[in-house]
């Protein structure tokens, strides 16, 4: 009978002592407001130190709240993070989101709009003051559902010390389609039958974002998208796409780009260690490209075909519904101090190589300073009059990963094209469908 | 009922009564029960909590409708099931896993069955053999991904050294074969452990007097090695099936299950329309297929192979 007893004693304790230890912890810290943000990193460079830095100086000016930063890997891992979260009913009170992020949210109706938060004209003018480019992929419906952080548009990487190896002209870099190509010809260098140097990468795996290059393409013929301003039409296979991505392949069968799919986080890599002559790839990236490499670089815009376009990228701060209202006041600080101060903006621009999300930043001493030094750190912000909205959608997570196979088999060669991008249009209307009125 | 002299207490009490009126022997058997019980109860709990309640969740998750465009689950009875039908994704991330289960399972066990073999023989150096047949075994899944994806990486990885532009993991065809290559390396050094010790149990007595009926090497192993590891290869199967069935790690780094679903397999599809997609009766009704099939194919490995194995 004892022993009996003194067992059952024993899995209580085992059962109970987990619980009232959150009770002891939660008693002591509730004179500060700790919130948790996720955040992802898409870029070389580590701009994870850079934002936990921020959070600990905002902490030393707002004492009354801690903003833990919480590195949960990739947007889409961050995504999965959140979206477990607010299933589990544990629903952060701020993360820093893919912008495209939206409409999958906003099905959940788990995010709050700005414009119900901005109490003061103060507030609004805030709102009101960044690049509109950046808003395209954080407004619906009227309001703000995202605040622009860490934002990018994709620009051409070029190595000037091969162009001048081989006689180009170094501050001329393809404007168009055609000089693209040529270009990429004249770079390629082929050694003993396998190819030493690529004239040109554009990553195209499912890490790599292919359905963002493959925008580029589309942008570039008028401003044409891949989607509807309200996430609820594809347009796969219009003629247009088909010609942006017939001419994405072209580039590898005519051997100036690696054959089948090219991974995004090696392709810097590749221009670093000069086996790339040009790649596309995000502004992000500027800083870790400038510390890095051991030759001559130059930025540039896209080229253009009928005109010049690029799809802007990066992430937002996203505010959560279904928290206490003092936790929600206390996000909302963080996000307008991290975002109202031209000089920190600026700062955040020149560390990383994102485009700063407002016009005032560029306004700076700092950012002048930066410029005159460095002027390629202007070439994303200059391309944002052609910027357009980053494919988002209902349902992202599915029909993104319909139209990235749809390019992965493009790109091995596996379908052709037209076959492949119908298919993928038919399976993305079957989805989205429900999404429209 | 509480108040009174300690018999009538425990004669108010319904359970203390009841206990009161079993007789010795009874009481014994009950007190061994609950003892035994008490003791396994951790782990039974940790059984029901991580295997039976989720089996028995997704079993019922796996009759709604719940992803992201609905806030309330709803009823669909086998609907899930049909749409799984339809699903090409399913069906290669499906064709996939039993590719690289038949690949596999007897390559491995035959690599396995010859390293424990040659392991045995060898006479200088038997530790470090065996150290080096299993070190792949204790690498974490996720370094040995790594390990390999830069092995395959094109230009700058092991083999990009001998032949720049074969990209093994970039092509449809010859991805999923590169994976195979690696879980059989990664499974072949745990799996010969088992043989190891299924040969220390082979009497050395059944060889000489083998050998002194004039068999060679080969018929010792046919007829005397092979058939006497049998309980072992029953056992070594059904691990080798289940780790095929269990790869998600490496998928995540090295594939992300392209290119074009070219190596998705089911584990890692049911956690991407689950996580990923949000679409967790699709999620739950693959995960039932699953646990369904494993269960056929284990408990056939084990009905029907068990009638033929010789146990010493």
Redo the contacts between chains.
């Keep these: 009978m004892r022993?009996?007893a003194l067992?059952?004693a024993l899995?209580l304790c085992?059962t109970l002592a987990p619980m009232l230890q959150n009770d002891f912890v939660l008693m002591a810290a509730d004179k500060v407001v700790t919130l948790d943000m996720y955040f992802p990193v898409a870029v070389g460079g580590g701009p994870d130190k850079l934002i936990s830095a921020l959070c600990e100086q905002f902490h030393t000016e707002n004492p009354g709240i801690k903003v833990n930063p919480v590195y949960s890997g990739s947007y889409?891992d961050t995504?999965?993070k959140v979206?477990?979260a607010i299933?589990g009913r544990n629903t952060p009170a701020i993360a820093l989101m893919f912008s495209i992020d939206l409409f999958?949210l906003l099905?959940?109706?788990a995010i709050l709009d700005y414009d119900s938060l901005c109490a003061t004209p103060e507030d609004k003018a805030w709102l009101s003051g960044f690049y509109e480019g950046f808003m395209k992929n954080a407004q619906t419906g009227g309001k703000t559902y995202g605040i622009p952080w860490q934002r990018s548009t994709i620009v051409l990487y070029y190595n000037k010390d091969a162009f001048r190896q081989i006689g180009l002209d170094p501050n001329k870099p393809p404007a168009t389609w055609a000089e693209l190509e040529t270009y990429a010809q004249k770079l390629t260098k082929v050694e003993n039958g396998?190819?030493?140097r690529y004239g040109i990468e554009i990553p195209s795996?499912?890490?790599g974002y292919a359905y963002w290059m493959l925008q580029t393409f589309c942008t570039q013929q008028n401003g044409f998208n891949l989607m509807n301003q309200d996430g609820t039409e594809v347009y796969f296979n219009d003629p247009r796409t088909i010609k942006g991505i017939s001419f994405w392949k072209n580039l590898s069968d005519k051997g100036y780009q690696?054959?089948?799919?090219?991974?995004w986080a090696?392709t810097p890599t590749?221009f670093l260690?000069q086996?790339a002559a040009m790649i596309y790839h995000t502004t992000g990236n500027l800083t870790n490209i400038r510390k890095n490499a051991k030759f001559d670089f130059g930025v540039a815009m896209l080229p253009a075909e009928a005109s010049r376009g690029s799809p802007t990228g990066g992430g937002n701060f996203y505010l959560f519904k279904g928290v206490p209202k003092e936790q929600t006041q206390a996000a909302f600080t963080f996000v307008k101090w991290m975002t109202d101060n031209p000089d920190r903006v600026a700062q955040w621009s020149i560390d990383t190589g994102y485009v700063a999300t407002r016009p005032a930043a560029y306004e700076t001493q700092r950012m002048k300073d930066y410029a005159a030094k460095f002027p390629q750190a202007l070439v994303a912000r200059d391309q944002l009059k052609y910027g357009h909205a980053e494919f988002s959608v209902?349902?992202q997570?599915?029909v993104q990963?319909i139209l990235d196979?749809?390019i992965?088999?493009i790109?091995?060669g596996?379908k052709d094209p037209t076959t492949a991008l119908n298919a993928a249009q038919a399976q993305a209307d079957g989805i989205l469908k429900?999404?429209r009125k | 009922m509480w108040s009174g002299n300690r018999y009538e207490v425990r004669a108010g009490c319904p359970i203390l009564s009841w206990i009161d009126r079993m007789n010795h022997t009874t009481k014994k058997k009950w007190k061994i029960s609950f003892l035994a019980w008490g003791l396994i109860l951790p782990s039974f709990v940790f059984l029901v909590l991580f295997t039976l309640y989720p089996i028995a969740k997704s079993f019922y998750l796996s009759f709604f409708k719940d992803n992201l465009s609905v806030s309330i689950p709803a009823f669909i009875g086998f609907q899930n099931y049909l749409d799984l039908l339809q699903d090409s994704v399913f069906k290669q991330a499906f064709m996939n896993n039993l590719l690289v289960a038949i690949c596999t399972i007897p390559i491995s066990i035959a690599l396995a069955v010859g390293m424990a073999i040659f392991a045995n023989k060898v006479k200088f150096g038997k530790g470090l053999t065996r150290v080096a047949f299993f070190h792949p075994t204790i690498l974490p899944m996720v370094a040995v991904a790594d390990i390999w994806l830069f092995i395959y990486t094109p230009m700058y990885g092991l083999i990009g050294k001998f032949s720049p532009d074969l990209r093994l993991l970039g092509s449809a065809d010859t991805a999923i074969w590169a994976l195979i290559v690696m879980l059989i390396w990664k499974q072949a050094g745990y799996v010969m452990i088992f043989y190891i010790s299924g040969l220390q149990g082979i009497s050395r007595e059944l060889y000489e007097a083998a050998r002194l009926d004039g068999a060679g090497p080969v018929q010792s192993f046919m007829h005397i090695t092979w058939p006497l590891l049998k309980p072992t290869t029953i056992y070594v199967t059904v691990i080798t099936l289940t780790n095929a069935y269990k790869i998600v790690d490496h998928l995540y780094i090295m594939t992300k299950g392209g290119p074009g679903n070219a190596t998705n397999m089911l584990l890692f599809y049911i956690y991407q329309v689950g996580f990923d997609f949000w679409d967790v009766g699709k999620a739950a009704a693959m995960t039932v297929v699953l646990i369904v099939m494993l269960l056929v194919v284990t408990a056939i490995q084990f009905f029907v192979q068990d009638k033929r194995t010789f146990y010493s």
Aim: hydrophobic fraction near 35%; glycine fraction near 4%; avoid cysteine.
């Design positions: 022993k009996i067992l059952m899995l085992f889409a995504r999965t979206q477990a299933k999958s099905s959940m109706n396998s190819t030493v795996d499912k890490a690696p054959r089948g799919t090219t991974a090696t590749d260690e086996r209902y349902d997570g599915i990963k196979d749809a992965e088999l790109m091995t596996q429900q999404y």
